[in-house]
Nanobody
Framework: QVHLVESGGGLVQAGGSLRLSCAASTNRYSIIAMGWHRQAPGKQRELVAVITRDGTTNYADAVKGRFTISRDNAKNTVYLQMNSLKPEDTAIYYC???????????WGQGTQVTVSS
């Protein structure tokens, strides 16, 4: 069981930046993959970025060059630095962990990101 707590969402103007954080608590095993997903109104949840314990990353095409995912393994914390934000980035952002870069078993409660034009 992994408990995830996200923070850092909010309202920002287009072109602005936000940094999301997600702290994972577990005393059972090392967390292999940590990722961020998002869900906009009326749309399916989509993967935004994921990072493994050794630092391998993968990004959605829509955010490449604008978002950067990083993690602190000692703190079991993952970050998402979001720059050059666009109105289409508006969504609820969810932190998730899992055994691979494509399988996620634990989810956070979500944090709202709103980008105004």
């Amino acid at each position: 069981q992994v408990h995830l707590v996200e923070s850092g969402g909010g309202l920002v103007q287009a072109g602005g930046s936000l940094r999301l954080s997600c702290a994972a608590s577990t005393n059972r095993y090392s967390i292999i993959a940590m990722g961020w997903h998002r869900q906009a109104p009326g749309k399916q949840r989509e993967l935004v970025a994921v990072i493994t314990r050794d630092g391998t990353t993968n990004y959605a095409d829509a955010v490449k060059g604008r978002f950067t995912i990083s993690r602190d393994n000692a703190k079991n914390t993952v970050y998402l630095q979001m720059n050059s934000l666009k109105p289409e980035d508006t969504a609820i952002y969810y932190c998730a962990t899992g055994p691979t870069m494509t399988v996620f078993g634990s989810w956070g409660q979500g944090t709202q990101v709103t980008v105004s034009s």
